[in-house]
């Protein structure tokens, strides 16, 4: 089991960064163990995939990602075990970014295709980014 809580939404002009945070807080199994996702949903479009990432190998080195062509080279997913915390960095900003952001996890095994929302078990509750031209 574990919650998730998003932060770090806000109106921003176009062009610039912005970087949302995922907290966890897990019950039994350490957060090390989920797979993250990141997904969006601007009004009257359907919920879509944004950025993925893996889990963290024992050696320290970054974990494997995937991003949506959209974002890709724009976006950044990270995560810090020891905060128990994902982030999503986002430059250069457009518009067409505007949504709601959600954080989802998932148990690693669990997680068989990473950008559909059906591998994951556990959702926040969203937080807004607003990209103004």
């Known amino acids: 089991q574990i919650q998730l809580v998003e932060t770090g939404g806000g109106l921003v002009l176009a062009g610039n960064t912005l970087t949302l945070s995922c907290l966890a807080s897990?019950?039994?199994?350490?957060?090390?163990?989920?797979?993250v996702g990141w997904f969006r949903q601007a009004p009257g479009k359907e919920r879509e995939f944004v950025a993925f990432?893996?889990?963290?190998?024992?050696?320290?080195?970054?974990?494997?990602?995937k991003y949506a062509d959209s974002v890709k080279g724009r976006f950044e997913i990270s995560r810090d075990d020891s905060k128990k915390t994902t982030y999503l960095r986002m430059n250069s900003l457009k518009p067409e970014d505007t949504a709601a952001y959600y954080c989802?996890?998932?148990?690693?095994?669990?997680?068989?295709?990473?950008?559909?929302?059906?591998?994951?078990?556990?959702w926040g509750p969203g937080t807004q980014v607003t990209v103004s031209a």
């Open positions: 897990p019950s039994g199994r350490p957060f090390r163990t989920y797979a």
């Open positions: 989802a996890a998932g148990l690693a095994h669990t997680v068989v295709v990473p950008a559909d929302e059906r591998s994951y078990d556990y």
């Open positions: 990432i893996t889990l963290s190998p024992p050696n320290g080195s970054p974990a494997n990602t």
